[in-house]
């Protein structure tokens, strides 16, 4: 168990979750295909890096006080080293990337550098939820950077439909996590909000396009993991099942090993 929490504090589900939902949204746009292995590598480590380095900013506030902020501090120097191996991997994966997907991600790479900015700054203090929405259009981003460079026939209104659902699920789980780890923060509005956009989105993909439903299970499979956490455990303590949802994708893909 004490194994499975340290991941979960290294957010190494976190990477798993963005690899597996890059994975499966490929095999929707570009049916038969996965993501080359370079690409889904530069993913993780790229995720992988950020959210730790995310961490080692976030975790400077002395207001925190979490299992999660107490692991940070007493393994500061380690994880700063595992921070510099991502950084030498993840340039050595990316040196050998078409150059397409280089410049894009350095595109990519900017925004997150401009995210640290305003996070060191006390911006995302400032603006409430801000900091989530900015996670969450980032992550986007980068999960469906390789379909959008990739799929030139698929309807823009669907493509733009399906980031809009991801990026709603995503934020769901920012936006619960935060108002669960701040009891006094008020946010229940824009929580219910998302939840509602979520799910008449959902359903208006699954009734007017051509996607089956068990292509869009794996999102609604995610959604009402965080409905349960919200409405029924009511507790942080659950962070780590929030971050296990987003490996929904295995659903679709054992089905389709099972049913060949």
Same mark, same amino acid.
């Given at each position: ?44 480590? $790229? ?28 393994? $500061? ?58 996670? $969450? ?124």
């Amino acid at each position: 168990m004490r194994f499975f929490k340290t991941l979960h504090f290294l957010s190494v589900d976190v990477v798993l979750g963005a690899c597996l939902f890059q994975c499966f949204l490929t095999t929707i746009f570009l049916p038969g295909q996965f993501p080359p292995f370079s690409v889904t590598f530069a993913l993780a480590f $790229a995720v992988w890096t950020i959210y730790l380095v995310d961490r080692l900013i976030d975790n400077q506030k002395p207001i925190l006080n979490s299992a999660l902020h107490d692991f940070h501090l007493r393994h $500061a120097f380690k994880i700063k080293c595992l921070i510099l191996t991502n950084i030498l991997i993840l340039g050595f994966i990316v040196a050998n990337l078409p150059k397409y997907l280089i410049i894009n991600g350095l595109l990519i790479g900017f925004l997150i550098l401009v995210y640290w900015a305003l996070l060191i700054y006390g911006f995302f203090d400032r603006v409430k939820f801000s900091k989530e929405i900015s996670t $969450a259009i980032i992550y986007s981003t980068g999960i469906f950077l390789y379909v959008f460079l990739n799929d030139w026939e698929a309807p823009f209104v669907l493509l733009a439909c399906m980031v809009f659902l991801f990026f709603l699920l995503v934020l769901q789980n920012l936006v619960l996590f935060t108002l669960l780890s701040h009891s006094g923060l008020k946010g229940e509005w824009m929580l219910k909000g998302i939840e509602g956009m979520f799910f008449c989105l959902w359903l208006a993909i699954l009734f007017f396009t051509q996607l089956s439903t068990f292509l869009l299970l794996p999102f609604l499979i995610t959604f009402v993991i965080h409905l349960w956490i919200h409405y029924i455990s009511k507790s942080k303590q659950w962070a780590w099942l929030g971050e296990i949802a987003f490996f929904s994708p295995l659903f679709y893909y054992l089905y389709a090993i099972i049913s060949t």
